[in-house]
């Protein structure tokens, strides 16, 4: 008998060793989480396997923080460690006796009431530097629209968290700064109001503007093409070009208008004719999958503008009355362009419909009105005078104003000539390779206004002073588009948020903290007169 217990205990012995051994070569990893929290997507692991040197991250969140902060800095550092399986991830927190700030880092002032009452005002940095081979870059951590609570836009940030982290990598690793171009030629805007766009951009991309030409192989040196709001129709000429980019793989964000007006009008006479915009290009978008229909979209939800409801013309008395013609857009949060981006403002917005059918792109609407929309046929007046609408009409919901698309395009010029004036080498393609398309049915929403000749910011409103998602969505729609090793995917990532009642907390810490002293107690204890009964009752037996 002893010896075979000696044979088992050795046996034991053995798989303990190789078990060991087996653990430190081969490392499993199980998350056990819901939401899956501490699982890095495909991207991210191929990102990282690629690296060929080490990456340096300081993060500067640290010092006295709160709960929320605290959870931030302790989800960065996790991420961090999962990064580390895969490369050479090297991190440190930022020491404010030895390490000095990045020049232009602004600190976030953190407002909170504390228990006696008064109000507590601290600084954080919520800021990453991350450097690869000679560079580096500074990243913002926390994630700040102004329209969610606290504890919404720091589960955000930890959402976010992965992307933007692999993203920075990402820009770092890059040997060449990739190229995107404004189209021009067609009264588009001009560089002065699309020039809070632009410069968002250029973090990412060299950003060139131009004429479309004669010869459809000069834009296949560019990423993106943006149309952003072009007055006048396009030539034969012109889609030709932009068709034979789409067939090599290009990709187009259109932000069109389905209609022409006049603001200088309106402002001045308070009316003005509102009439269908022939860009020409109906063909073209008919043939890809969609159709901006040449009407005008109101909605309940929208922005409002002052006006002058004096009855004496001697006095002005504004008030802010709802310009249903402004609609502020939904964003879809099932796809990484829109998700956890705040409303998008716009205005004369037209409705976009799918067309095509079982055609094998697939469709996915990003921005769309809210549940009291209504459409207007062209021609139509739009009137200062007429504020006041019949509300019962607005019987529509969610209808889409913009829609991304993805697949193989057949191109609107098969079984066609092309026109006398192009000039290439290229052969024509009738059916185009995988690529992605965005098309907004607002011109509005990629333009900025002006203040003493300074951009504003994209979707930035001057009368109510509120900042809407315009700037977000239309970087992350760029991304989207450029996007060829598919990191966008990782904004989708989804982090349940689970908060404390924090008023509840406070009016019953007393009872709250007895329990949670005396039960893991009384727990113990009960646990050990059980124990102790159990053996007693077993031994007087005997």
Known sequence: MLKAEKYIWAV????MVVATVMARVFVVRVDMTDDRHYTLGRQT????????????????????????????RNATEETLDEFRVYAAIKSHTFDSEHDKLPDGMQPTIVHERQRNGKTAQTPVYPYAKVSYNGRFTVVPLLNNNR?????????VSIENLEYTLVEAISELMRTETPKIAFIEGHQELSEQRVADITQQLSRHFQVDRGRIGNQPEALNAYRVL????????????????LDQYLMQGGRILWVLNGVVFSDEVLSKNGFTPVLPLDLNLSDMLFRYGVRIQPALLQDVQCLPIPVNVSQDPQQTNLQPMPWYYAPLLLTSQESPVTKNVTQVSCSFASPIEAVG?????????????STASRVIPTPAEVDLGDMNPDMSTFRYQYIPVAVALQGEFPSIFAHRMRPDSIRTQQSQREQSLDTRQIIVASGSIIRNDLEQGQALPVGYDRYSGMQFGNRDFLTNAVLYLADDEGLIALRQKKVDLHLLNQKRSYAQ?????????????????????TVMLSRKRKYTHK
């Open 12 to 15: 034991v012995v053995v798989l």
């Open 226 to 241: 943006i149309i952003a709001d072009p007055q006048t129709r396009f030539s034969e000429e012109d889609k030709y070009c």
């Open 509 to 529: 810490l007393s009872a709250i903290q007895a329990v949670s002293t005396i039960v893991p107690i009384a727990l113990l204890a009960l646990v050990g007169l």
């Open 357 to 369: 059918g079982e055609d094998g792109i697939r469709k996915e609407i990003l921005l769309a009105t």
């Open 45 to 72: 692991k191929q990102l990282l396997g690629s690296l060929e040197e080490p990456v340096e991250v300081t993060v500067y969140l640290d010092g006295d923080l709160n709960a929320g902060f605290r959870k931030l």
């Open 147 to 155: 329209q969610l609570s606290g504890e919404e836009n720091l589960n």
